[in-house]
């Protein structure tokens, strides 16, 4: 069991990594093409991969699951989760948009009680609340720089969140490429769906980068900026892989607080690639997020050693 929650610990550390590569990469595009076509060209060069990964782990006949509604409904809270975290990143500097993200390890160990079972102290209750005054700090209400586009990175949170906690449920029988290919599969479709109903509807511009981003007709890329979206798929079939795996070999309040290790990643990117500096409230605010979820992992490890512990000093 110990080995499984050290794999599952590595496999989440690899794919926040992994995964942090996507946030540059589709915010140097957001301004040109809508999220609907990067996610559509992701997914189609992430098909093949996924293809050949599940015939190598389980056999293409394990995406003919006797679950596949579950696994279908958490692609679609994944898709969801993934288009309007995408859309806060076009009108957020990546630091801001990651920092307010990371309340999904704090969404995750609260709901793992009520949904999974897990035990949830007291504890881990305060730390949700502590990285709440974290997101305050961060969207300094009143200060009359608030952009509503922090809403949809904190959506994406809870959705994410719960998705994982379904990874948990079903990972007895689902495996994680069969999880990553639903999801490539649902991201696909559901991109084309997006885009098609603006397009019957009319609707083809908007004022705020987000709407712009999601709204915006599809156009033909460039050479290079195609090579930007297709790398994206390559980034998403391993990531997916990873963070399914985390989740399906330890338990979530184990591991969660391990997507803080993003922190490094996405404000370096912004740096790197878009001049971006965060922010005092920023730093503050993620501090005092990653310090709840720190907390939170500290207190769990106790809860889950005091067993061990009686159970050495017991006569019997």
Partial sequence: MQ????????????????????????????STYPVTE?????????????LVLVHADVGLRAIFSKRFRMLTMRAFILFTSYTVYYLAIAALPLADAVALY????????????????????????????????????MLR?????????????????????????????IGDTESSTVMAFYQNGVYLLGAAAVAGLFWLAGI????????????????????????TMAACGFVASAGMILLSQAYRLAPANSVATFE?????????????????VPRSTTVVGAALIIGAGL????????????????????PA
């Avoid at 990371?102 to 609340?129: D, H």
């Avoid at 209400?141 to 969140?161: E, N, R, T």
């Avoid at 907390?295 to 017991?314: E, G, K, M, V, Y």
């Fill in 141 to 169: 209400p009143g200060a009359g720089l608030f952009d509503w586009a922090a809403l949809l990175s904190l959506a994406s949170a809870v959705l994410y969140g719960f998705s994982q906690l379904m990874a948990r449920r």
């Fill in 260 to 276: 803080y290790t993003g922190i490094i990643w996405s404000p370096l990117w912004g740096f790197l690639f878009f001049a971006e």
């Fill in 3 to 30: 080995n499984r929650i050290v794999l599952g610990m590595a496999s989440l550390c690899l794919g926040v990594l992994v995964f942090s590569l996507q946030d540059p990469l589709i915010k140097a595009v957001s």
């Fill in 102 to 137: 990371f309340m999904a390890p704090l969404f995750i160990m609260a709901l793992a009680g009520p949904y999974l079972g897990e035990r949830v102290a007291w504890q881990t209750l305060v730390t949700v609340v502590v990285g709440m005054l974290g997101v305050l700090v």
């Fill in 38 to 50: 990067v996610m559509a060209i992701r997914s189609i060069v992430a098909l093949p991969i996924l």
């Fill in 204 to 227: 083809a511009h908007a004022t705020h980068p987000s709407l712009e981003f999601l709204v915006r007709p599809w156009i033909w890329p460039t050479p290079v900026d195609f090579l």
């Fill in 295 to 314: 907390f939170a992992l500290n207190a769990s490890r106790h809860r889950s050693s005091a067993p061990a512990i009686a159970a050495t000093c017991d």
